[in-house]
Nanobody, 121 residues
Framework: QVQLVESGGGLVRAGGSLRLSCAAS????????MGWYRQAPGKQRELVAT???????NYADSVKGRFTISRDNAKNTMYLQMSSLKPEDTAVYYC???????????????WGQGTQVTVSS
């Protein structure tokens, strides 16, 4: 069984910074693409950024230039450095990953439980 656990959320003023982490644990052989998504109240979950195992990144237009996604493959951990935060960045941020288990077979797509980010104006 594989777990994804986010941390690092909190309350910050507009213009501030936060760093989110997502740690994967369990019977993992390797992790392919990882990503951050967010869901604001009353809205659908949306893509924030993704990163492949080789480090290729993709960002939503709304966060380009402000957020940086990275990962440490040795630690099975992904990060999201968020800067110049805006009130509209307020949401629950979720970690997502395509995980190949040690048991073999197909990769499994998993989600973390989410971490709240609140940006005050």
């Amino acid at each position: 069984q594989v777990q994804l656990v986010e941390s690092g959320g909190g309350l910050v003023r507009a213009g501030g910074s936060l760093r989110l982490s997502c740690a994967a644990s369990g019977s993992i052989f390797s992790i392919n693409t990882m990503g951050w998504y967010r869901q604001a109240p009353g809205k659908q979950r949306e893509l924030v950024a993704t990163i492949t195992r080789s480090g290729r990144t993709n960002y939503a237009d709304s966060v380009k230039g402000r957020f940086t996604i990275s990962r440490d493959n040795a630690k099975n951990t992904m990060y999201l450095q968020m800067s110049s935060l805006k009130p509209e960045d307020t949401a629950v941020y979720y970690c997502n990953a395509d995980i190949l288990p040690r048991s073999g077979g197909y990769s499994v797509n998993g989600w973390g439980q989410g971490t709240q980010v609140t940006v005050s104006s």
